[in-house]
């Protein structure tokens, strides 16, 4: 349940953008705070619990603080919470924030100092919508316990045979870390029906942010649901994190060319379908994700 309250007298503003579509109604929503200087952690983690959004990011060092940027770009630091916690890194929740922050001063380069490390962002207006694409710290993938995906199998209710095995599990971290399981079947990724409690608890025991759940439609087009239990939510509808994470996956099983482009669909099962490309250069172990941003207007 997500909450549209107007702020009290004093409060920072609180925008609401969607990530990864052009439509309000599709793609990932988030809160964006421009302005967050005078929160502390408690002021922002009741802002994200009130509105309801898998994540909320808040600006809390701006350019004329001095925060990182120079050449690279307009430089922030920028925090991000869930209705429960706050995350070191969210994706979606970048491209919000770096679209809303593009309507006001206009497209270019910018610098997020997350706790995850810095990230790099470009927006760029392509046919009069503005792109957000940001550039991953340094990724990578660990090999996964046995008895943990057996664990995870059994929370989401997949039997191991329905698993791809030309994509075996793992852990991936672009920013964030996320147990990568593949379906072998589009049905099989549709069908999410899954103990919240019980896939939290071995979320929580391995420092996981979601769980990305994948299907291989072709050698470049993917699509992805992310269950979240972590963050409050049954599932985010489109997962820069992750999809960064995953792209580091794929590189490291040599499942893609040095130079690749991926498309990822996600939100579809839930009613709010997003697209988020994924680029992987050669050569560069960082992982490229992009999309667009609209915003929510008030009411929506």
């Known amino acids: 349940m997500t909450s549209h309250a107007t702020p009290a007298p004093g409060s920072p503003a609180v925008l609401r953008y969607t990530a990864f579509s052009t439509d309000p109604l599709g793609g990932n929503p988030a809160g964006v705070v421009l302005d967050a200087r005078g929160l502390d952690d408690g002021g922002m983690l009741a802002i994200a619990a009130e509105l309801g959004y898998s994540e909320t990011a808040f600006l809390t060092g701006l350019p004329e603080e001095g925060a990182a940027g120079g050449d690279h770009g307009r430089g922030y630091t920028i925090r991000y919470f869930s209705p429960k916690a706050e995350v070191p890194f969210c994706g979606h929740a970048t491209v919000a924030t770096a679209v809303a922050l593009a309507e006001r001063t206009g497209p270019g380069d910018l610098v997020f100092e997350t706790r995850a490390g810095t990230v790099p962002v470009t927006v760029a207006e392509e046919g009069g919508t503005l792109r957000a694409t940001l550039t991953s710290v340094e990724p990578h993938v660990t090999d996964v316990a046995r008895d943990d995906v057996q ?61 990305q759940l994948v299907w291989r439609a072709s050698a470049e087009v993917f699509h992805v649901r992310d269950p ?38 996600q939100g579809e099962d839930m009613g709010r379908p997003g697209v988020l490309t994924v680029e992987l250069r050669a050569g560069d172990p960082r992982v490229r994700v992009s999309g667009a941003g609209a915003r929510i207007p008030d009411g929506g």
Do not use: C
């Open 151 to 211: 664990e995870a199998l059994a929370a989401l209710g997949w039997p191991a045979a329905d698993l791809d095995p030309a994509l075996p599990p793992r852990i991936a971290f672009a920013g964030a870390r996320h147990l990568v399981l593949a379906a072998a079947s589009r049905a099989r990724l549709a069908d999410l029906a899954y103990d919240f409690d019980r896939l939290e608890a071995l979320m929580r025991r391995l420092d996981l942010t979601t769980v």
């Open 228 to 265: 979240f239990p972590v963050g409050g939510v049954v599932e985010d509808p489109a997962t820069g994190a992750a999809a960064l994470a995953f792209g580091a996956y794929l590189r490291a099983l040599d499942a893609v060319a040095g130079n690749a482009v991926l498309t990822l669909h």
